[in-house]
């Protein structure tokens, strides 16, 4: 039991609030969908999941197939309610449940769009593991995959992850004295100050792989010049082994939401984190979560590809 307690921080996503022009920072409420006037009623989602489980186990089904069929009744009931997957379903339903059994403390709701290295901190590049669109990147890279789900002028939401974990100490430091018993949420994104659309991405990935083709050497390395484009209607799994196309169909699906997403994400309330630090010199400098701070190119030339190669690819190579 954490009796002095003084604030509480619950890291959610930016999707969960679903597709619309401009998304505000606005918490759910108990029981709320995407699909009005539908209702959700979570213990009985969870009386659900157990009912489907404990069936299946009872009719001896392997753990494989059990594990496979209850990411699929998951993404049933997600969809049910209005949302594309079970991530972005168990985060409302986790927004819903603390902001209902918070009491008097303050809580703030961070909800971070797709997080890519870091900008700055604790160095810049620093990425672990291969996550969102940096499976794009990585595929690419590899001489694996030269197009890819998603339209050339969606506005794709990119945040360095160092830029959240900032965000989020700012946000403590500035709420932990607070008397209001409110929830705040904060998106933590760059559609609405510093956009990049998926167009210009395409074009600085065949910057960085003809300056700079890695894999010079490989006999894949021709497939560098190729310029990665992303097709609203990508279904091309026939070109890969028959091992690897399930794999880029579940894959494909996972992306499908994101990089066809047309919402801007509203950042009201984390600009008045920004500027709750602006001019204190050392805490703006070494807190910056600014987007504008952000140049594209030279970011994901110098620091994110160079990053994500260097932390993510050559370790397992």
């Known amino acids: 039991m954490c009796s002095r ?4 921080l ?3 996503t930016a999707y969960v609030s679903g597709e619309a022009e401009l998304i505000l920072e606005e918490a759910f409420h108990m029981g709320q969908t995407l699909k009005s006037p539908l209702k959700l009623d979570i213990n009985l ?14 009719q001896n089904v392997n753990e494989r197939t059990i594990t496979s069929i ?8 997600a969809n049910f309610h209005g949302w594309s997957n079970t991530y972005t379903f168990t985060k409302s339903m986790g927004e819903m449940l603390v902001t209902n059994m918070k009491g008097n403390l303050p809580l703030i709701i961070t909800r971070p769009t797709m997080m890519i290295g870091t900008h700055s901190q604790p160095f810049p590049g ?4 291969v996550r969102t669109i940096d499976f794009v990147f990585v595929e690419y890279f590899k001489g694996a995959l030269t197009s890819f789900v998603g339209h050339p002028k969606t506005t794709i939401d990119l ?4 830029m959240v974990i900032n965000s989020m100490i700012i946000a403590l430091l500035v709420h932990s004295k607070s008397n209001s018993s409110n929830s705040l949420v904060y998106h933590i994104g760059t559609s609405l100050g510093n956009p990049i659309k998926l167009s210009d991405i395409q074009d600085i990935m ?37 091992n690897k196309r399930s794999r880029l169909k579940r894959i494909i699906n996972i992306y499908r939401p994101y990089l066809h997403f047309s919402g801007i994400f509203d950042d009201k309330n984390t600009e008045k984190l920004r500027m709750a630090i602006k001019g204190v010199g050392s805490v703006e400098r ?17 620091v994110h590809f160079p990053g994500l190669i260097k932390y993510s690819m050559q370790p397992k190579m």
């Open 5 to 8: 307690i003084e604030v509480l």
């Open 286 to 302: 070494e807190f910056n979560f600014d987007p504008n701070s952000i140049d594209w190119k030279d970011y994901l030339m110098n």
């Open 159 to 162: 945040i360095p992850a160092d």
């Open 126 to 129: 620093w990425v672990e593991g």
């Open 45 to 58: 989602e969870k009386k659900l999941i157990e009912e489907k489980l404990s069936e299946l186990k009872a």
């Open 206 to 242: 065949h910057c960085y792989m003809t300056k700079e083709p890695w894999l010079k050497n490989s006999e894949k390395s021709g497939a560098f010049y190729e310029k990665f484009t992303f097709n609203p209607s990508y279904m091309e799994v026939h070109e890969f082994p028959q």
């Open 70 to 77: 209850m990411k699929e009744f998951g993404t049933i009931r």
């Open 10 to 12: 619950y890291v959610s």
